[in-house]
């Protein structure tokens, strides 16, 4: 039966190519329309694998003018398709550059295969100087103003983010390149950039003729992405297949592709669906976590390693504007850092005196499964092939309330990161139990705050409620002071009192000296 179904666009970016083959193509002329008509200059702001490069190349070819790609969309009759103009298309996101003179030749090697697509001629060497000869003898020749299009205009900063002298010289060089982009705009007829963060000294973001961010602008919230009825109207077909795969009807079926796949969102109000994973998804004909294993950047990483507070990212987060502000590289703090690269997003907007505050939490099980998996490893070396086993153990540990179930399967976790790596501070130990808590399947909150004090952190499943109370000391011979330590907490702050039409339970735990202990209590008061 999927032989009859419209073939789907798996890793194909080119909307030519897409068109002409008749993937399956999601309408987003509408909004490219809103973009298009407008002289400006723009930017977007989304993580990878979400259909930047689509979007790019889309606007590419509606500048060249080929109307017979768009036929059947919105966009088609409203367009003018007898004005045609040059198009500057720089990709950043194919290759990886190791070094300034690496990026400089990629620069200056797409500028000469322009130059030769439109028939003109650069005498400049330097790709700044090059780049501006391009802009104006296309203006003259054509007598229409170029269009510049720039995709993934911040990958070889991230690409080497942990390398400080490579960085800051491809900075520097991007710098004065995208530079041209201000100096030239009476030349330009529109420019689009895409790119997963802001960063500072690039130049883009900073004085006069910096483009539009349309990152928050609600406005154009899905340009990116699909929507639910999007799903549901290009995909009805695939989802029919997939249900008859799981012995499920349609609305089984869309509860569990929305809990695995749905939940970005960039104004609160419309939520959608990772592209990639959608595909991926009716692809392989299973579910699975698609996008984290083609769609988390190194950089990302490398960067969450060694940040103890990463526990926080699990319960829902506020923050201001500054989530979408531009960054040194080096220095983005964790919540900017975890929004601007999808694994944080926005579920709601308060608004307090005309003030944003964004709401943010991690968007869906695929993301939140895969991230805690991967933090694990890099914070406590733990195997990522046997996370899995070791999460249903540790499961039915909690469910049958093992406290020494739980111990024995702790301490094999805790066993698997090296000696010379222990980190000798309560919050490294925080983060490693509270990532667990977390890969458990509960629904946890972090940090709780009472009238009387702050627990630890609240599980919930069906009628049970946990209250977990953790403890660290460096003497392990007190291991079992600090336990009853945890456990008289929760009683005499009387954390448990706002839970009492839950089944009730304490879980005490003690950390010292790279032992642990813990113990389950029933509520007995």
């Given at each position: 039966m999927k032989s009859e179904l419209q073939e789907l666009p798996i890793s194909i970016q080119s909307f030519r190519k897409l068109r002409?083959?008749?993937?399956?193509?999601?309408?987003?002329?509408?909004e490219i329309f809103e973009l298009a008509k407008n002289e400006k200059s723009y930017f977007l702001s989304r993580p990878r694998r979400f259909g930047k490069s689509l979007l790019v190349s889309t606007f590419e070819n509606l500048f060249l003018g080929k109307k017979e790609l768009f036929n059947g969309l919105y966009i088609y009759d409203k367009w003018d398709w007898n004005e045609t103009y040059p198009v500057i298309r720089i990709d950043l996101g194919g290759g990886m550059l190791r070094s300034g003179n690496d990026l400089k030749e990629y620069l200056s090697n797409i500028l000469d295969e322009t130059a030769t697509k439109y028939a003109v001629n650069l005498k400049y060497k330097k790709i700044d100087s090059k780049f501006r000869e391009l802009i104006n003898k296309l203006q003259i020749k054509y007598e229409n103003n170029a269009v510049v299009l720039v995709d993934e205009y911040d990958k070889p900063i991230l690409d080497n983010v942990a390398y400080s002298d490579v960085r800051d010289d491809i900075k520097e060089i991007l710098h004065d390149f995208y530079q041209i982009l201000k100096s030239q705009?009476?030349?330009?007829?529109?420019?689009?950039?895409?790119?997963?963060s802001k960063f500072v000294g690039t130049s883009i973001f900073s004085g006069l003729n910096s483009p539009d961010d349309l990152t928050l602008n609600n406005k154009f919230s899905t340009i990116c992405g699909y929507t639910g009825e999007e799903l549901e109207y290009y995909f009805t077909d695939y989802i029919l297949v997939l249900g008859e795969r799981y012995d499920v009807?349609?609305?089984?079926?869309?509860e569990n592709i929305k809990l695995f796949y749905n939940g970005y969102s960039w104004d609160g109000k419309n939520f959608l669906y990772n592209p990639q994973s959608i595909l991926s998804l009716f692809n392989n004909m299973f579910f699975n976590n698609y996008w984290f294993k083609t769609g988390t950047p190194t950089f990302l990483l490398k960067l969450l390693k060694g940040k103890f507070a990463l526990n926080k990212v699990f319960s829902q987060v506020k923050a201001g504007f500054e989530i979408s502000d531009s960054y040194d590289p080096e220095t983005i703090p964790l919540v900017p850092l975890m929004f601007q690269s999808g694994y944080l997003t926005i579920k709601n907007i308060e608004t307090i005196d005309f003030e944003h505050n964004y709401v943010l939490n991690i968007p869906n099980k695929e993301v939140r499964d895969s991230l805690i998996k991967y933090l694990l490893n890099i914070v406590a070396d733990y195997p990522l092939n046997q996370v899995n086993d070791l999460r249903d153990r540790m499961r039915r540990n909690f469910l049958s309330r093992d406290s020494e179930g739980l111990n024995l399967n702790f301490r094999e976790m805790l066993a698997s990161r090296p000696y010379n790596l222990y980190n000798d501070n309560e919050a490294y130990f925080h983060s490693i139990?509270?990532?667990?808590?977390?890969l458990l399947g509960f629904k946890i909150e972090g940090e709780v705050v009472t009238n009387i004090g702050?627990?630890?952190?609240?599980l919930t499943v069906d009628d049970l409620a946990i209250i977990v109370e953790i403890k660290f000391g460096k003497d392990k011979d007190k291991i079992d002071d600090l336990l009853d330590k945890a456990l008289?907490?929760?009683?005499?702050?009387?954390?448990?009192?706002k839970y009492l039409n839950y089944d009730v339970v304490f879980l005490g735990v003690a950390f010292a000296d790279k032992e642990v202990k813990c113990e389950f209590k029933s509520l007995n008061v």
């Open positions: 002409v083959n008749n993937y399956l193509y999601v309408d987003k002329t509408k705009d009476d030349n330009l007829r529109f420019v689009f950039l895409t790119g997963v009807d349609k609305e089984t079926i869309l139990f509270l990532l667990w808590l977390n702050q627990m630890d952190a609240i008289s907490q929760i009683v005499a702050n009387r954390y448990y009192e």
